[in-house]
């Protein structure tokens, strides 16, 4: 629209025009009155009177979508995984979506990111669902990269996983699982998930089925069982590179309840360094 905005109001306008009601972001301390100012606190009046009226109307509309929007207070940076774990008493067990804060996103077609993500949610609905993306050999060191069946391929092997699982655990409730068959959905049922593998591994392990690298694009959509994961991995102190992941846990999660990843038809632009800063400035 023309307009220079934080990127996380451009994450949030993105979520609540794709029908999400509550959105909770993780913040570091010295980052909380820098956020609270953005959504909850309206302009001084003579700052506010003197904008355009398009921007006024503008200003309004952040006070609005702040209405939608809460913070959680991550004390030290711990990790990926530590950070989704300080949302847990927001989430109030129920399934979420996730979403990056320092990543934005743009659909190819009419159809946000996020919308195609919620609408294969409600296709699959009970699944864990995270949402994925070809990369080159280049970027397997700096992603979690997946693997696994497409649907076509899968239907067959998720009902012998199926019927294995319930032979194998009479007093279990059966786990509903199903894939979508609409040919706008690019669905995956993933057998693997590595965080940043070698590049030797992932050629051996992890090309999907058409030859290609899949990686996670940034979007999840996760039972509250993901909070048990993570704290067990907090108080046993289970590290990876340092700190507490999430990748790690989502890979538990795809062996004892099912996972699958949605291609997402658009592009993501990471700000997390200096260069892909500048490369969405040239871009977005």
Same mark, same amino acid.
């Given at each position: 629209d023309g307009m220079l /905005?934080?990127?996380? %109001? *451009? !994450? +949030?306008?993105?979520? !609540?025009?794709?029908?999400?009601?509550?959105?909770? *972001? @993780?913040?570091?301390?010295?980052?909380?009155?820098?956020?609270?100012?953005?959504?909850?606190?309206?302009?001084?009046?003579?700052?506010?009177?003197? %904008? $355009?009226? /398009?921007?006024?109307?503008?200003?309004?509309?952040? %006070?609005? #979508?702040? /209405? &939608?929007?809460?913070?959680? =207070?991550?004390?030290?940076?711990?990790?990926?995984?530590?950070? +989704?774990?300080?949302?847990r008493e927001f989430v109030n067990n129920e399934p979420f979506l996730l979403m990056l804060g320092d990543h934005l996103y743009r659909a190819?077609? &009419?159809? $946000?990111?996020?919308?195609?993500?919620?609408?294969?949610?409600?296709?699959?609905?009970?699944?864990?669902? +995270?949402s994925i993306q070809a +990369? $080159?050999?280049?970027?397997?060191?700096? =992603?979690?990269v997946v693997t696994g069946y497409w649907s076509s391929e899968a239907s067959e092997l998720l009902d012998d996983q199926q019927e294995s699982k319930n032979d194998n655990d009479d007093d279990s409730a059966p786990v509903q699982v199903q894939i979508s068959a609409s040919p706008r959905l690019k669905v995956l049922n993933l057998t693997s998930l590595v965080e940043k593998p070698n590049p030797d591994f992932a050629a051996e392990k992890l090309r999907v089925p058409d030859g290609k690298y899949y990686g996670l694009f940034g979007h999840y959509v996760l039972k509250p069982s993901v909070f048990t994961y993570l704290e067990e991995n907090i108080k046993n102190n289970v590290r990876v590179h340092g700190q507490f992941q999430l990748t790690t846990v989502l890979d538990r999660m795809r062996r004892e309840d099912k996972m699958i990843g949605l291609a997402i038809d658009g592009r993501r632009f990471? #700000?997390?360094?200096?260069?892909?800063? @500048?490369? !969405?400035?040239?871009d977005f």
């Open positions: /905005k934080p990127a996380i %109001l *451009i !994450v +949030v306008e993105e979520v !609540v025009a794709a029908g999400i009601e509550d959105i909770c *972001i @993780v913040v570091q301390p010295s980052d909380l009155p820098d956020f609270q100012r953005l959504f909850h606190k309206s302009l001084p009046p003579a700052s506010f009177h003197a %904008l $355009s009226n /398009k921007m006024q109307a503008y200003s309004r509309h952040v %006070l609005e #979508l702040g /209405k &939608h929007v809460q913070f959680v =207070v991550q004390e030290q940076q711990d990790g990926f995984g530590h950070a +989704v774990y300080c949302a190819e077609g &009419h159809e $946000s990111c996020t919308m195609q993500v919620i609408e294969a949610y409600n296709r699959n609905k009970g699944v864990n669902m +995270v +990369v $080159s050999d280049q970027q397997l060191a700096s =992603v979690g990471d #700000l997390g360094t200096p260069e892909s800063y @500048v490369n !969405v400035l040239q």
